[in-house]
Nanobody, 124 residues
Framework: VQLVESGGGLVEPGGSLTLSCLAS????????MAWVRQAPGNGPEWVSD????????YYADSVTGRFTISRNNRKNTLYLQMNNLKPEDTGLYYC??????????????????RGQGTQVTVSS
């Protein structure tokens, strides 16, 4: 199993970034997936996830209305479109694999199968 994130970088407040996570080694379409972030000195924070059953999406209150999660099962890729970025969005963003079917936030935060992450820095 391998998850490889890309798309991070340095952006000014109010800017946008799109993160990607390329999955391999398992049947991507069978698993719910999530984005999790971790700021320096903090624990992991669930950001958003998308169900493998019905494509339902869920967001943390802090990113609702600004971030959009999506997936392309043909390309084995998970995405996170991030708009109106704020300095508090700074952190290491990684994708995490959940269960086959619906998952809870804890499935993504506590010892998930995850990638190495991509750094997002929001600063002027």
């Amino acid at each position: 199993v391998q998850l490889v994130e890309s798309g991070g970088g340095l952006v000014e407040p109010g800017g946008s970034l799109t993160l990607s996570c390329l999955a391999s080694g398992f049947t991507f379409s069978d698993y719910s997936m999530a984005w999790v972030r971790q700021a320096p000195g903090n624990g992991p924070e669930w950001v958003s996830d998308i169900s493998s059953e019905d494509g339902a999406t869920y967001y943390a209150d802090s990113v609702t209305g600004r971030f959009t999660i999506s997936r392309n099962n043909r390309k084995n890729t998970l995405y996170l479109q991030m708009n109106n970025l704020k300095p508090e969005d700074t952190g290491l963003y990684y994708c995490a694999r959940g269960r086959q079917g619906k998952s809870s936030w804890s499935d993504y935060v506590f010892n998930p199968t995850r990638g190495q992450g991509t750094q997002v820095t929001v600063s002027s």
